[in-house]
């Protein structure tokens, strides 16, 4: 696996594959369709925000991109595509976004996520923070996690509140 920086001519690759992840979790086509906007990707975006691929081979397996923000970023997208999915794609590209707001300045990195992927942003080091409601047709009191990876104000590392309340 090769992570990369996205080219702009890749933009429809990374929505579709977007789309793709997201229909992993069994969500309606309905439902996906509503979300189609959202996790559309613009080639103006990925010459805007660091935004970066997962190749395996030829093939784009996964991708994310931030938003930076003084010293807060957004973790705006991070798909991995279902037949490449535990394959440790995904922290990867997880450990590529916070090494690359590090770089920019970032002290904290949020994740506004989908509740199926909340576990695995747990195990990568994330915190919760919060939720915001998110019904969806048969899920009227759905929400999604907001998380956050902080880091540590006296050195370069990632740490979660369970870490820092587990190591006083």
């Known amino acids: 696996m090769n992570i990369r920086p996205a080219q702009e001519h890749e933009a429809k690759t990374l929505s579709a594959l977007a789309l793709k992840a997201k229909a992993y979790w069994g969500y309606s086509a309905g ?3 509503s979300w189609k906007q959202e996790l559309s990707v613009s080639s103006d975006a990925i010459a805007s925000v660091p935004t970066f691929v997962a190749a395996v081979g030829d ?3 996964g991708f994310y991109s931030l938003v930076p923000s003084n010293h807060t970023w957004k973790l705006d997208h991070l798909w991995v595509l279902p037949q490449f999915m535990d394959r440790g794609i995904g922290r990867a590209l997880v450990a590529h976004a916070l090494e690359t707001a590090l770089r920019g300045g970032a002290f904290c990195v949020t994740v506004d996520a989908d509740p199926n992927a909340e576990n695995f942003y747990l195990a990568c080091g994330a915190d919760r923070c919060g939720e915001v409601p998110a019904p969806i047709p048969g899920q009227p009191k759905r929400v999604r996690p ?3 990876f902080a880091r540590c104000a006296c050195s370069s590392a990632w740490v979660s ?3 820092r309340l587990s190591s006083t």
């Open 31 to 33: 439902t996906i369709e």
């Open 59 to 61: 093939e784009i397996a």
């Open 146 to 148: 907001q998380l956050a």
């Open 161 to 163: 509140r369970r870490h």
